[in-house]
């Protein structure tokens, strides 16, 4: 297995700078395309271990990745809290019960990890099968600030004026839920862990609505207690956990003493600068900007090189975009990336 994934969020020695992509698997790949229209519909993708193992690997076996990631869905813990969780073609994903009262938040109940969950511990263990030791597996979750987010808005929003204001106006409330959304996602991880994953990560996509005292609540908070809660010591190995808040670079010396060995950046952070900021404290992330994959090759290997030259360090760096990639890539610019990173990161 190639361990500069791992060893970089460890802060320990590394061949070269590791690289993956949020999203990799996923619409810009002809095969993922045909595997999804095999699947009939997303959930039916991500809830079959088969073909979430298929799609697992395909960039894998297509670019020279340093890990690979789990597929699946942030969404999976509140379906699983039978809250009619759908998708609508060009909308995205609906709840046909969402949160509105405390009844409803009191009436949520905790899934069980190995039944209603088990078709993700499921993929988890065929991934591991199948990788065979290639490269590291990443298992992950969304944050409970951001599944409540979708939760109580029934879906995506443009202003979360239903989130907001159940948390400006019953605080308490916001709170029960966000705790039992921890307690859950603890035990969620807890099990990917147990089925073979090699890291963890944390997609707090919505934390950037949050002002610093609300985002320290409401958010960070409740991350903290699912980094005390994982099992980071699992057969032998050290299991890091990364956390990713979009739009989070204010919080940056925050979350870096949350107890994460690793802090995702979105593109509107300097590399060097968040890397003055954190210090020696935790590895980082990114935080190339999606769009530069619509540019040229060249264009690329110099946007590649502007943010290795950034990072000070032999270790400690895992390049990725800063955040996922667009459905409409050329899968040729997706490899340009991965090979250039390798190029120029590549230890003498």
């Known amino acids: 297995m190639s361990f500069d994934y791992i060893n970089a969020l460890l802060k320990k020695p590394v061949s070269r700078t590791p690289i993956w992509v949020m999203r990799q698997a996923g619409r810009y ?28 690997l395909q960039p894998i076996e297509r670019f020279d990745l340093d890990a690979a990631i789990l597929f699946s869905d942030i969404l999976t813990i509140p379906d699983a809290m039978d809250l009619g969780l759908y998708f609508t073609e060009g909308e995205g994903p609906k709840f046909s019960k969402p949160i509105r009262r405390l009844a409803d938040i009191d009436g949520l109940v905790k899934p069980d990890i190995g039944s209603e ?93 949050l002002n610093k005292d609300s985002y320290e609540d409401y958010s960070l908070r409740y991350m903290e207690k699912i980094v005390k809660g994982v099992n980071r010591h699992h057969d032998g190995k050290i299991i890091p956990i990364t956390l990713f808040t979009k739009g989070g670079g204010m919080w940056l010396e925050q979350i870096a003493l949350s107890g994460c ?17 954190v210090g020696d404290k935790v590895a980082l992330q990114g935080n190339l900007d999606p769009c530069v994959l619509y540019a040229s090759r060249d264009t690329i290997r110099e946007e590649v090189k502007k943010i290795l030259s950034q990072y000070s360090d032999n270790t400690g760096h895992v390049f990725n975009l800063g955040h996922g990639i667009s459905p409409d890539v050329n899968p040729e610019r997706m490899k340009d990336l991965v090979d250039s990173v390798h190029e120029f990161s590549t230890k003498q």
Request: charged content about 20%; hydrophobic content about 40%.
């Open 29 to 56: 790949l002809p095969e993922y395309r045909a595997t999804r229209k095999k699947a009939g519909d997303f959930l039916t993708l991500c809830k079959s271990p088969d073909m979430a193992c298929e799609v697992t």
């Open 117 to 209: 969950l088990s078709y993700v511990t499921d993929a988890v263990s065929l991934i591991k099968k199948s990788l065979n030791g290639r490269v590291p597996l990443i298992g992950f979750t969304g944050s409970p600030w951001t599944l409540a987010t979708y939760m109580v808005e029934g879906g995506s929003s443009k202003n979360f004026s239903k989130v907001k204001g159940l948390m400006y106006e019953n605080p308490s409330h916001m709170h029960k839920l966000l705790d039992k959304l921890a307690d859950t996602i603890i035990d969620y991880l807890n099990g990917q862990i147990e089925a073979g994953v090699d890291s963890v990560m944390v997609f707090d996509t919505w934390g950037g609505l």
């Open 261 to 277: 060995d690793a802090i995702g950046l979105d593109w509107t952070v300097e590399l060097g600068d968040a890397q003055t900021r």
